[in-house]
């Protein structure tokens, strides 16, 4: 799986991502989360799965408030970054990755959380 860079949570950044379906991780910096298992940047990891709920779509929702309430008000004090990857089963992939990120922190990421 190939991520992209990490792009600026904001209008520009979110509208240049693709409209297709794929997987995202959405990161605070410089700060860490403190997780029951050591710190990490990711707060938040989702999934575009349809050709309607695509990585745009819900990212512009995350970015409007139609999204992660506390992803929007985690953003409104901290500095927001995500990356993305297209792959070929979204659901699978997040919940691998889930899977991963419990098993090195204790639990999944803050704004899965809600």
């Known amino acids: 799986m190939e991520w992209s860079a ?22 605070i910096t410089p700060d860490q989360w403190l997780y029951e298992v ?11 799965t349809t050709n ?5 779509r819900l ?15 985690l953003a409104k004090t901290h500095r927001i970054e995500f990356c ?5 089963n979204p659901s699978r992939v997040l919940s691998d990755l889930l899977a991963e990120f419990r098993r090195n922190h204790g639990g999944v990421p803050v704004c899965n959380r809600v």
């Open 59 to 73: 990212l512009l929702d995350h970015l409007h408030g139609r999204g992660n309430v506390l992803l929007k008000s």
């Open 6 to 27: 990490w792009i600026t949570f904001d209008a520009d950044g979110v509208r240049g991502t693709p409209d297709e379906p794929g997987v995202y991780e959405v990161r």
């Open 84 to 88: 993305h990857a297209s792959v070929p």
């Open 38 to 48: 050591g710190g990490s940047h990711v707060v938040y990891m989702g999934a575009g």
């Open 52 to 56: 309607s709920y695509t990585l745009r």
